[in-house]
């Protein structure tokens, strides 16, 4: 019993209004991912960990609910190439703020929103923030997760490449998860301005100084970096490292340490 569109009303009532739950909203995109993985590779991976770390939660004895995704979302950067879906930011964040409410209205007050797409950061960050000034209650909480900054001190230990998009991590997690294939060639480079003092393409380092600029040009590869030297093998430890991260998350929640 862990994901909202197979329980019925009775149960959810049971489940996470009788008896308090943890929520987790996985939100994805669907956008180009080279040829070697899926337009919506962002929206299963937010899916299939959302409902593996729910699994490893029950058997934990914490409550917690997949609630439905949000698949398209912010994705402008990639528009040029065929496949690629968005919405404005301010569509995208009324959307995701009265998502919010309708499940606080529901007496989940405890919420975690697992997102999969970086150009999503910076929307999803403003609507939780309004979500919770603009409910007429307090008491409710919302956590952000990326998934790569969960788990970004160890990505180093693992990958021999920084992550960015459709590359050896993003492909060697998605390999763990059942899906993607194999490619033989590296990806393109990586056209993002990146600076090791100030803008640093490593999770470890700081300070983190962000940078706006149009991006919206076609990628004839799509793929970045080394996709190349992605393997199940690099994924699983990956995988595994994110979930017992999670758990160990979720466990300070449920004990309301956090």
Request: glycine fraction near 6%; charge should be negative; aromatic fraction near 12%.
């Amino acid at each position: 019993m862990t994901k909202i569109r197979d329980i019925t009303w009775k149960e959810f009532e049971d489940y996470c209004v009788k008896n308090s739950c943890i929520a987790i909203l996985p939100i994805g995109s669907i956008e180009q991912h080279g040829e070697h993985l899926p337009l919506g590779t962002d929206l299963i991976i937010a899916e299939k960990l959302a409902e593996l770390v729910a699994k490893r939660a029950w058997e934990e004895g914490i409550r917690v609910l997949v609630l439905e995704p949000i698949p398209v979302t912010i994705s402008r950067e990639w528009s040029k190439n065929p496949g690629t879906l968005w919405v404005p930011g301010e569509v995208f964040q009324a959307y995701l703020k009265n998502y919010i409410h309708s499940v606080f209205r529901n007496g989940i007050k405890r919420l975690v929103v697992l997102n999969a797409h970086g150009g999503n950061i910076e929307n999803i960050a403003a609507a939780l923030k309004n979500a919770v000034y603009d409910f007429e209650e307090s008491g409710y909480r919302i956590y952000l997760i990326n998934w790569w900054e969960l788990i970004g001190d160890n990505l180093n230990n693992i990958f021999s490449t920084p992550y960015f998009h459709a590359d050896e991590i993003e492909t060697s997690l998605a390999f763990a998860l059942g899906f993607g294939h194999k490619v033989s060639e590296p990806g393109e480079e990586i056209f993002r301005l990146y600076h090791s003092e100030w803008f640093p393409n490593d999770l470890r380092k700081r300070p983190r100084i962000y940078i706006f600029q149009r991006e919206d040009k076609r990628r004839e590869k799509g793929s970045f970096g080394r996709p190349d030297l992605a393997s199940m093998e690099k994924g699983l430890l990956l995988l595994d490292l994110l979930i017992k991260r999670f758990i160990e998350f979720l466990k300070e929640v449920n004990s309301g340490r956090i």
